[in-house]
């Protein structure tokens, strides 16, 4: 049986996030904690703890686009579904533009709400997910010699084995024993599978 997944929910209106919570945890796949405003909801957040938060537009002092802005620089793996009676275009297209799941018009249908936080926290593992493996890159690249990662740069650069080793004034037998050692310790088993993990971490750092 998989856990729960906690839902975050925030809103000024008690009556509103009531029924949230009582959405959501009716059907016994989330678990829910509530709160009455951003700042409240702030204090209570650590990083890597909330997988989706469910959170009205319109608030008092932090409203939606400004919470978002801020667990943005928290935790960008986060993923928020928005609720407002007020969705104006300009809006909604900034809310969307920073990453905002979807924007549910009050009053939303049971069935568009469930859907969206189910899509919210995929959303919200795959990231987490993605991080941890470029994490345990970073690492395993750490673990290369300074002579293995000249090797490495030439074998993704495309270089034949003859080239690198005539640039790199390597044997043969050094070559592939080099070789053999990064992609082992880079845990792939091609240099088509190293090109491709190294390129994911390239995109992640810009």
């Given at each position: 049986?998989?856990?729960?997944?906690?839902?975050?929910?925030?809103?000024?209106?008690?009556?509103?996030?009531?029924?949230?919570?009582?959405?959501?945890?009716?059907?016994g796949?989330?678990?829910c904690?509530v709160?009455?405003?951003?700042?409240?909801?702030?204090?209570?957040?650590?990083?890597?703890?909330?997988?989706?938060v469910v959170?009205d537009?319109?608030?008092?002092?932090?409203?939606?686009?400004?919470?978002?802005?801020?667990?943005?620089?928290?935790?960008?793996?986060?993923s928020?579904?928005?609720?407002?009676?007020?969705?104006?275009?300009?809006?909604?297209?900034?809310?969307?533009?920073?990453?905002?799941?979807?924007?549910?018009?009050?009053?939303?249908?049971?069935?568009?709400?469930?859907?969206?936080?189910?899509?919210?926290?995929?959303?919200?593992?795959?990231?987490?997910?993605?991080?941890?493996?470029?994490?345990?890159?970073?690492?395993?690249?750490?673990?290369?010699?300074?002579?293995?990662?000249?090797?490495?740069?030439?074998?993704?650069?495309?270089?034949?084995?003859?080239?690198?080793?005539?640039?790199?004034?390597?044997?043969?037998?050094?070559?592939?024993?080099?070789?053999?050692?990064?992609?082992?310790?880079?845990?792939?088993?091609?240099?088509?599978?190293?090109?491709?993990?190294l390129?994911?971490l390239?995109?992640r750092?810009?």
């Amino acid at each position: 049986m998989h856990e729960r997944q906690t839902v975050w929910v925030v809103d000024d209106e008690e009556s509103v996030a009531t029924l949230v919570a009582k959405v959501l945890t009716g059907i016994g796949e989330f678990e829910c904690r509530v709160f009455s405003s951003s700042s409240e909801f702030l204090a209570a957040l650590k990083p890597g703890v909330a997988a989706c938060v469910v959170s009205d537009v319109r608030m008092p002092n932090i409203d939606g686009p400004e919470l978002q802005k801020k667990l943005l620089e928290i935790d960008d793996s986060i993923s928020i579904v928005f609720l407002t009676g007020y969705a104006d275009v300009p809006t909604t297209v900034q809310l969307m533009e920073q990453g905002a799941v979807t924007l549910l018009q009050k009053p939303y249908e049971h069935a568009d709400l469930l859907a969206a936080v189910r899509r919210a926290v995929r959303r919200s593992e795959m990231l987490r997910k993605q991080r941890a493996e470029l994490t345990e890159t970073e690492e395993r690249l750490q673990r290369l010699s300074s002579d293995e990662r000249e090797v490495l740069e030439c074998m993704v650069g495309g270089l034949t084995n003859k080239a690198i080793a005539y640039k790199l004034a390597l044997s043969p037998r050094t070559l592939d024993r080099r070789r053999s050692s990064i992609l082992q310790t880079m845990g792939v088993a091609s240099v088509v599978e190293l090109a491709a993990l190294l390129e994911r971490l390239r995109a992640r750092r810009m």
